[in-house]
C-alpha cells in the first residue's frame, strides 16, 4: 500500500483502498473500540453493475457530451444469498469490535435483502441492540403497475451496547402544520396553532421543532443535476448523513464507512467536526473520494495499492514530497467545472498524477 497525505481543514481522517473483510481485521489491534459511529451501505444484491460516468478533460468539464466516461465501478452479483450473508456477517462482526462500548451502526439496505439483514443484525449485535428501523422514503423513479412502487430504503440502527450515545435533539425538524389547526397571534407576538380536545384549548407554536419519527420523508433523494453529484451511481446525499452523524456521533467521534462508494459519509463527517475513516474496494472510489475531498480543503490519509495512471484521462495532479511509500501534499488541482483546464499543482521536486480510475503515476523525482 502507498499512503498519501494530504493537509487540510477539519479533525482529518482516513481512507484505504480494499475489501472490507479482509482489510477490517488489520484494524483491530490498533482501533478496536475506537469508532462511535459506523454507517455501512452494503450492496443489495441487485445483480446490476454500477459506474462512475464523469467527464474528461478540458472539453468535457466545459460541457462536450463527446468527452465523457463510463467507468464501472463495482459489480452487484452475488447468486447466492448465503454467499452475500457470509459477506456481511464478516464486515459486521469486525465492526461490532471496532465500535466503543456507546457506539451504534447504521446498516442501509432495500427490499431485497432487508429480512435477512435484519435477522442477520440480531445473531450478530444480538435483538436486545435493536433501536430503529427507519424507512428512507423518496419519490423519484418509476412506478410499477404489477405492485405498489417501491419508494423507500431501510435504515437498521443497532447499538453496541446498552447506553449508546443517541443525541435526536441535534437533528430536530420543523413541525408540519396541520391544515385543520387554528392560526392565532399570541401576547408575545408569535404565531400559534390551537385545537380544542376535552374541553381544553393546547396551542402550539407555528415555529416549533420536533424530534424526527423512524420515517424520513424529508430529505430526497440526489436529483440529476445536483450540485453534490460526483458522477458515482449509488450517491447518497449530504442531508442523509448529517442526520445519521449528528443524531449518533459525539462532536469529536471517530466515524467509519466500510463501502465508502463516492465519499458522501467521510464528507459529512468531516464539515461536522467528526473523524472519519473509510474503506472500499472500488479504484474508481477511490478516485471520487480523493478528489472529493482535497477540494472540500479537508485533512486526510488515503492508502491504496499501486496502479498506474492512464494518462489520457489525467484529472488531478499533486506536488510534494515522498519519505519511502509515502507522499505528503503540499499543492494540488484537479478538474473541476470551474477550473476546466489542469493548472500546474505546484514547484516542488515530485508531482503525482491522478486518473478518473484510480490510478496515479509519479512525474517527478522521488
Not at 16 to 34: C, N
Not at 127 to 132: C, G, K, P, S, T
Not at 227 to 247: C, F, H, M, N, S
Request: glycine share 10%; hydrophobic share 35%.
Amino acid at each position: 500500500m502507498f499512503t498519501e497525505v494530504w493537509p487540510g481543514a477539519g479533525p482529518g481522517g482516513g481512507y484505504a483502498e480494499g475489501e472490507a473483510g479482509k482489510l477490517l481485521p488489520s484494524l483491530l489491534p490498533r482501533l478496536a473500540r475506537s469508532f462511535d459511529l459506523i454507517y455501512i451501505d452494503p450492496p443489495y444484491r441487485t445483480g446490476d453493475t454500477y459506474f462512475f460516468q464523469t467527464p474528461i478533460g478540458e472539453s468535457g468539464w466545459r460541457g462536450s457530451p463527446a468527452s465523457r466516461i463510463k467507468i464501472p465501478a463495482f459489480v452487484d452479483v452475488y447468486p447466492a444469498m448465503e454467499t452475500y450473508i457470509g459477506m456481511l456477517r464478516d464486515v459486521l462482526s469486525c465492526s461490532r469490535e471496532l465500535l466503543s462500548d456507546t457506539g451504534s451502526i447504521y446498516v442501509h439496505v432495500d427490499h431485497r435483502v432487508s429480512a435477512r439483514v435484519r435477522l442477520l443484525l440480531d445473531d450478530v449485535f444480538g435483538e436486545r441492540a435493536f433501536m430503529n428501523e427507519i424507512a428512507w422514503k423518496y419519490e423519484t423513479g418509476g412506478r410499477s403497475r404489477r405492485f405498489y412502487p417501491r419508494k423507500h430504503d431501510t435504515l437498521f440502527l443497532y447499538a453496541k451496547g446498552k447506553k449508546p450515545y443517541f443525541n435526536i435533539e441535534a437533528v430536530s425538524i420543523p413541525h408540519k402544520i396541520v391544515s385543520h389547526m387554528r392560526r392565532v397571534i399570541g401576547e408575545d407576538g408569535l404565531a400559534y396553532r390551537t385545537i380544542r380536545s376535552g374541553g381544553r384549548e393546547y396551542a402550539y407554536p407555528e415555529e416549533r421543532l420536533v424530534p424526527p419519527t423512524d420515517i424520513w420523508d424529508d430529505i430526497p433523494r440526489m436529483q440529476q443535476k445536483d450540485p453534490q453529484r460526483t458522477g458515482y451511481d449509488t450517491q447518497k446525499p449530504l442531508k442523509l448523513l448529517e442526520r445519521v452523524i449528528l443524531a449518533s456521533s459525539p462532536p469529536d467521534g471517530l466515524v467509519g464507512d466500510f463501502f465508502t462508494g463516492s465519499g458522501t459519509t467521510l464528507h459529512a463527517a468531516a464539515l461536522l467536526g467528526r473523524r472519519f475513516f473509510g474503506v472500499d474496494s472500488s479504484p474508481a472510489a477511490t478516485a471520487v473520494i480523493r478528489k472529493r475531498l482535497a477540494l472540500a480543503g479537508m485533512a486526510f490519509t488515503l492508502d491504496a495499492p499501486a496502479k498506474d495512471a492512464d494518462m489520457s484521462i489525467i484529472e488531478g495532479c499533486a506536488s510534494g514530497q515522498f519519505s519511502g511509500e509515502r507522499f505528503t501534499v503540499a499543492t494540488h488541482a484537479f478538474r473541476s467545472r470551474s477550473a476546466p483546464a489542469l493548472a500546474h499543482a505546484g514547484s516542488n521536486d515530485a508531482t503525482l498524477c491522478f486518473d478518473a480510475k484510480g490510478g496515479r503515476r509519479l512525474m517527478g523525482s522521488e
